[in-house]
């Protein structure tokens, strides 16, 4: 691959995220494990919230509790004032490295992709994050949402170098 590709890659994959991060480290197999952990953790945090609550979900898409948009809305302050402190102290990776935020620029695909999003969370009552927690409860039946959230990503994959970015 050459410069101008590779140049053209970075590119298209700082679309992907708010936070690029290209680490150059190699860990041994075990260092991942506290990823697996935190996880683990986060699951909980999600059924104990009901965040995994097909029924909550439903009322959310329906406006009839406030309980799914003040966790959201939570989300979303949390992020913001987490982003603020990162931009303003200069705050480092865990290994040092500098974090990098690049300005992305909205396009009409990112309403569509959000429809498309939202239609798939109301009908199958999942979205990504809760779906490993649904899963490990014992709601087995949303292996089929899990089996078709992998194939949308890799079509998305297949398809990104030809979608109007």
């Not at 939570?74 to 480092?92: D, E, P, Q, T």
Request: net charge positive; glycine share 10%.
């Amino acid at each position: 691959m050459n410069i101008k590709d590779q140049n053209t890659d970075f590119e298209t994959r700082s679309l992907d995220t708010s936070c690029v991060n290209e680490s150059q480290l190699e860990h041994k197999w075990y260092h991942n494990l506290k990823y697996l952990v935190i996880g683990i953790l986060f699951g909980i945090v999600f059924i104990k919230a009901e965040v995994i609550s097909w029924y909550r979900i439903q009322e959310m898409f329906r406006f009839q509790s406030f309980h799914m948009y003040g966790i959201i809305g939570s989300a979303v302050v949390v992020g913001m004032i987490s982003v603020f402190l990162i931009k303003k102290f200069n705050i480092k990776t865990i290994y040092g490295e500098k974090i990098e935020f690049h300005d992305k620029t909205f396009n009409k695909g990112q309403v569509y992709g959000g429809l498309i999003f939202g239609l798939g969370w109301a009908v199958t009552g999942a979205c990504p994050g809760p779906l490993f927690a649904q899963i490990g409860t014992g709601a087995t039946v949303m292996i089929v949402t899990l089996f078709f959230a992998i194939v949308g990503t890799w079509v998305y994959g297949y398809f990104r170098d030809k979608l109007p970015h």
